[in-house]
């Protein structure tokens, strides 16, 4: 198992893997991750293996406290040297779950996070796998404000570092 940073080469692969993990009103656009690597492509965490990409991780740096619904599609959201990592997928090809490929890039993700001083990271996601995303050390916020794609979120904040005495 490789982890490395995504490039433009990679978007039909993480567009797939989105488009395979979420239903429709839920998964990002081929062109909103055309858009999302061309304006912070350090926001892309891939996991391959045996040469073909099996999942992926993908932020944006924002100084927002929660992730917002127009995150997702408002690109001017995204604030270079931001306070915050805010996730907006965590994807897995459906039969390669399971094998520790999510845990491994959120892993990345976090310490890459916390390396560049961040105060933390926040995603949203549904309720079965709130205790999935607590085993790497986030907390569950509540119900989040978010309507996306008309599903219910859950918060989840994991703070970095010296901000870890903020929880």
């Known amino acids: 198992m490789e982890i490395r940073r995504g490039t433009e080469a990679d978007v039909p692969f993480i567009s797939r ?3 395979l993990c979420f239903p429709p009103a839920e998964a990002a ?9 061309g304006i912070y492509p350090e926001g892309f965490w891939l996991c ?4 073909e990409t099996v999942a ?3 932020g944006m740096e924002s100084d927002a406290y929660d992730l917002s619904d127009d995150m997702y599609e408002n690109n001017t959201l995204y604030k270079k040297g931001g306070e915050w990592e805010v996730i907006l997928s965590v ?10 490929y ?21 995603l949203t996601c549904k309720k079965g ?10 907390v ?3 119900l989040s404000e978010s309507k996306h794609g008309g599903a219910e979120w859950y918060q989840m904040r994991l703070f970095c570092g010296e901000n870890s005495a903020e929880r």
């Open 129 to 138: 796998l709130i205790g999935f995303y607590e085993s790497v050390g986030f």
């Open 102 to 122: 999510a845990r491994a890039l959120l892993r990345k993700a976090i310490a890459d996070t916390a390396a560049r001083g961040k105060r933390g990271l926040v």
């Open 17 to 19: 893997i989105e488009s």
């Open 48 to 51: 391959v293996e045996d040469g």
């Open 91 to 100: 994807a897995t090809l459906p039969e390669k779950r399971g094998k520790g």
């Open 29 to 37: 656009s081929y062109q909103s991750f055309v858009r999302r690597m």
């Open 56 to 58: 992926f991780v993908n």
């Open 140 to 142: 569950n916020e509540g």
